[in-house]
């Protein structure tokens, strides 16, 4: 990230998530997309009158639901990247709004590993650098779990020694 002359340039990180987050993202979209089209064709099954005016925006829901499904998860993969050396931590995520977020290892204050139901159905993990910035921690998703507790002990080890308060 540093050339000779002192300046430092940006070029993005180079880890990917791991490929079983793609299925995650997936389950995830199919979970909220899945929601809204039950609830709509068991009252468009009960209320006969309103059977065409509720089965229909469950159908379009469905098949939004089930393109985004294929497709955004495919998306994120390419746009999702991760990085950790001696200095910082960076992220970048997003498709349509990039966004990019280096936390410096002085400014790290906690460390967390978190396995939500469905990431532990797919062996997948999140790890999230708490800082004192006012936009949050940074989170990185769709790691292993073995490259997440990993990640968690070299981010611990490597915040140990290096010198700040954090704040």
């Known amino acids: 990230m540093t050339t000779g002359e002192g300046t430092i340039r940006l070029r993005p990180p180079r880890n990917t998530p791991a490929p079983r987050a793609v299925g ?3 389950a995830q979209w199919l979970l909220l997309t899945a929601a809204p089209v039950a609830v709509l064709g068991i009252l468009g099954a009960l209320i006969a009158p309103a059977r065409f005016w509720l089965l229909m925006p ?17 998306w994120w993969f390419r746009t999702h990247r991760w990085e950790v050396t001696g ?63 990993e990640l968690a002990e070299r981010l611990t080890r490597i915040t140990q020694d290096t010198p700040g308060d954090a704040t």
Do not use: N
């Not at 469950?58 to 495919?74: K, Q, S, T, W, Y």
């Not at 931590?89 to 290892?105: D, N």
């Open 24 to 26: 995650w993202w997936r």
């Open 58 to 74: 469950a159908a379009v829901i469905a098949a939004v639901g089930l393109l985004c499904a294929v497709l955004f998860p495919l």
């Open 87 to 149: 200095e910082a931590v960076y992220v970048s995520t997003g498709a349509l709004l990039r966004e990019w977020r280096i936390a410096p290892m002085s400014r790290i204050q906690t460390v967390d590993t978190v396995r939500g139901p469905l990431e532990q159905l797919f062996g997948l993990a999140t790890v999230t650098v708490t800082t004192a910035s006012a936009k949050g921690a940074v989170q990185i998703e769709g790691l292993t779990h073995e490259v997440a507790a």
